[in-house]
C-alpha cells in the first residue's frame, strides 16, 4: 500500500496523542452508559488489554461471526479486531445495524495475500486442469470479495475452530478442494484427516504455477501459497530447545503454525481450543504457547498458578490487531456520540449476498 496513503487512513485527531489513558478511559466508561444497548464493543482474543476490557463480548473469529449474527438490536458495532472480520459483522447483520472499525489500516497480512483477480484467474486454471470436480473452502481471514467468489461455487469459510467439520464437508461435495488463503490451517487440517502430504499441491499466486511433483489426478488439496506471518514466527527448533531444557513442559500451538511446528508441538488447536486447554490445566503445569502475544500475555496473566512462555520468547504481537488501541477506539465512539460515520465497513449487497452462502455454511457447522 502507497506509505502516504496508509498513513492517513489512520487519521487520528492530535487531541487523542495527548490525553490521559485515565481520561481517556473515563470517556469511554461514559459513552458506554450513555449508548447503552445501542452499542456493542466485540473484542477478539488477540486485542490489547487496554482495548479488551471495554468489550461486550470477547471471542476468536467463529464466536465473534456468531454473536454478531445473533446481535439484531445494537445500531453500533465497534469492532475491535481487524479488517476482515468488521466485513464479516457487517455481512451477518443487519442493514440498519452500522459496523466501524476504529483503525482502518487493521489489516491482516494473510488476507492480503489473495486478492479475487488472482483467484479469478487461479479458478479458469484449475478447472481446465481438474475439471468439476473442485469445491473452494476459504478461512475466514480473507476479503469479502473471496468469501462472495467461494459461496458463489458452492463453498464455505472456515475458522480454526472448524477447520476439520469444513474440510469433512468439502469431500462430500467434490473429491478436490481449494484451500485460501493460509495453506499451512489447509495442510494441518487436511492431515489430521489421512490425507498424505503427497496428495496435496500448492498453488503460488504471484508465479501463477501449481507446486506438485506427482501424478495430477491424486492431488486432493490444493492450497493457497498464503500465511500468517505471526505464526509463521514459530519453528521446530523452538520446541527442540524446550524438550532440551524443560522435558516436562508441555507445547500447545496454533494451525496457522507451519506442518513441523504442528507435528512437534504436544497439542494444537484454535485460539479458543488453546484458552479452553490452559484454563482446564493443573495447578503447576508449564506450558510454552505459540499464538499471538497479547493472547499469551493475557493467559500468563490470568493464570499464575501456572508456568506460561511464549514458545517464541521474542514474539511480538501482531502487528494489525494491535493498531486499535485506547485512543482509536475513544476515537471511534465520540464520533459515533457527534453523528459522525467516520471507519464504518460496509460490504456492497451483491458481494454480500454471495458470501452470505459461504458464511452461513460455516456457522452451520459452529459447534
Ligand atoms: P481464530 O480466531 O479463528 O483462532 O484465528 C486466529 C487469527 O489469526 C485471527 O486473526
Ligand atoms: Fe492476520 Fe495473522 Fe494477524 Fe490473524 S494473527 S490478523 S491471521 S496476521
Redesign the pocket.
Known amino acids: 500500500m502507497n506509505p502516504t496513503l496508509f498513513d492517513q487512513l489512520s487519521k487520528l485527531p492530535e487531541r487523542y496523542k495527548t490525553m490521559s489513558t485515565k481520561e481517556m478511559e473515563a470517556r469511554v466508561r461514559a459513552i458506554k452508559q450513555q449508548l447503552g444497548e445501542e452499542l456493542f464493543i466485540p473484542g477478539?482474543?488477540?486485542q490489547r488489554d487496554e482495548v479488551i476490557q471495554f468489550a461486550d463480548a470477547t471471542g476468536?473469529?467463529?464466536q465473534l461471526a456468531q454473536i454478531c449474527a445473533d446481535n439484531t438490536s445494537a445500531k453500533h458495532i465497534v469492532f475491535c479486531g481487524?479488517h476482515f472480520m468488521a466485513e464479516t459483522a457487517d455481512m451477518l447483520t443487519k442493514d440498519d445495524q452500522i459496523v466501524y472499525l476504529p483503525d482502518m489500516r487493521a489489516g491482516?497480512s494473510m488476507a492480503d495475500m489473495a486478492t479475487i483477480e488472482q483467484t479469478d484467474i487461479t479458478w479458469q486454471y484449475l478447472q481446465q486442469l481438474f475439471g468439476d470436480t473442485i469445491v473452494p473452502l476459504t478461512y475466514?481471514?480473507s476479503t469479502a470479495s473471496i468469501k462472495a467468489f467461494v459461496g458463489k461455487h458452492g463453498g464455505a469459510c472456515v475458522?480454526?475452530?472448524n477447520a476439520v467439520k469444513m474440510v469433512e464437508w468439502a469431500f462430500t461435495q467434490k473429491p478436490r478442494l481449494l484451500f485460501l488463503p493460509d495453506q499451512h490451517l489447509g495442510r494441518n487440517t487436511a492431515f489430521s484427516l489421512g490425507v498424505p502430504l503427497e496428495h496435496m499441491a500448492v498453488w503460488d499466486p504471484i508465479r501463477e504455477k501449481l507446486e506438485y511433483d506427482g501424478e495430477l489426478e491424486d492431488v486432493q488439496v490444493i492450497l493457497w501459497k498464503g500465511h500468517?506471518s505471526v505464526h509463521e514466527g514459530f519453528n521446530k527448533w523452538h520446541i527442540d530447545d524446550i524438550r532440551k531444557n524443560d522435558p516436562d513442559m508441555r507445547v500447545i500451538v496454533?494451525p496457522?503454525c507451519s506442518h513441523d511446528v504442528i507435528q512437534a508441538a504436544d497439542d494444537n488447536g484454535?485460539?479458543?481450543y488453546i484458552i479452553d486447554t490452559i484454563e482446564s490445566a493443573p495447578t503447576g503445569s508449564r506450558w510454552a504457547i505459540g499464538t499471538?502475544m497479547n493472547l499469551v500475555k493475557r493467559l500468563i496473566t490470568d493464570h499464575p498458578d501456572k508456568h506460561i512462555i511464549s514458545l517464541n520468547t521474542n514474539m511480538c504481537p501482531c502487528l494489525t490487531m494491535n493498531r486499535i488501541d485506547l485512543q482509536h477506539l475513544l476515537w471511534a465512539l465520540e464520533t459515533i456520540v457527534e453523528g459522525g460515520r467516520g471507519n464504518v465497513i460496509t460490504v456492497d449487497a451483491d458481494t454480500t449476498a454471495q458470501s452470505i452462502h459461504a458464511l452461513e455454511r460455516m456457522l452451520q457447522f459452529a459447534k
Open positions: 477478539h482474543h488477540y476468536d473469529s467463529l481487524v491482516c475466514v481471514n475458522t480454526s475452530s500468517c496454533h496457522e484454535s485460539t479458543k499471538e
